[in-house]
């Protein structure tokens, strides 16, 4: 069964690894408010990546690829919450963050930030955003999780990839988190936060776009 794993676990960390809206969050969260909140969005990237792949060893995303209006509204959801998360970046963009630079176990020396709750629930709102992903999963473990040879094998692959796919991508986003919340990238984002925001913000409403576009799309070449 090892033999097995491997394969899809390697695919899945580079899925993780690859730059998307959930690597601009973690980053952001991590640099702008403080290393445990960019821990918090990470585990939120990892409880959010766990559930798609939940669906999809269930087979739970063949409703999505075949009930085309529900595809639709999901990524029509995401997309919204996506531009959302643009604005609200553009909106921030000129307020200089009151937290120092000064740094005290991973948090601010001073002044407020954001909860580690409230950072872990937008971080898994960000990752559910785009329905796309369980997809992603699905065609993964479609390509490369062995056909079963005896009762009870699908069952298995079922308690031990869960779990795996929260190592994964909570571990991935752990050490960007980790990575980006260090003292030089801090003070580099403090410096530049306007341009930064506005970028980051642009990139999101773009993924967002994107996604909205694709949904319709799709729904009208279906008819």
């Known amino acids: 069964m090892l033999a097995s794993l491997i394969p899809i676990l390697v695919a899945l960390l580079l899925g993780a690894m690859s730059p998307g809206p959930s690597f601009v969050l973690v980053t952001r969260t991590a640099v702008g408010q403080s290393r445990r909140n960019g821990l918090a969005a990470a585990a939120?990237?990892?409880?959010?990546?766990?559930?798609?792949?939940?669906?999809?060893?269930?087979?739970?995303?063949?409703?999505?690829?075949?009930?085309?209006?529900?595809?639709?509204?999901?990524?029509?959801?995401?997309?919204?919450?996506?531009?959302?998360?643009?604005?609200?970046?553009w909106q921030g963009a000129g307020t200089p963050l009151a937290t120092p630079l000064a740094m005290t176990d991973g948090a601010p020396a001073g002044g407020q930030v954001p909860s580690l709750g409230r950072a872990f629930i937008v971080a898994l709102a960000t990752q559910l955003s785009n329905p796309k992903t369980a997809i992603a999963y699905a065609s993964i473990f479609a390509a490369l999780l062995p056909a079963p040879s005896q009762v009870g094998e699908p069952s298995r692959h079922l308690l031990v990839l869960p779990p795996m796919i929260f190592l994964i991508e909570a571990g991935w986003y752990s050490v960007v988190a980790l990575a980006f919340s260090l003292e030089a990238p801090r003070r580099a984002y403090l410096r530049a936060k306007g341009g930064i925001d506005r970028v980051t913000g642009t990139v999101m409403g773009a993924l967002g776009l994107h996604l909205m576009v694709d949904a319709v799309r799709d729904a009208v070449s279906a008819r």
């Open 44 to 89: 939120g990237m990892g409880v959010g990546g766990t559930l798609f792949g939940t669906l999809a060893l269930l087979g739970l995303t063949a409703l999505l690829t075949q009930v085309v209006w529900l595809n639709m509204v999901l990524r029509l959801a995401g997309g919204l919450y996506l531009l959302y998360l643009a604005v609200r970046m």
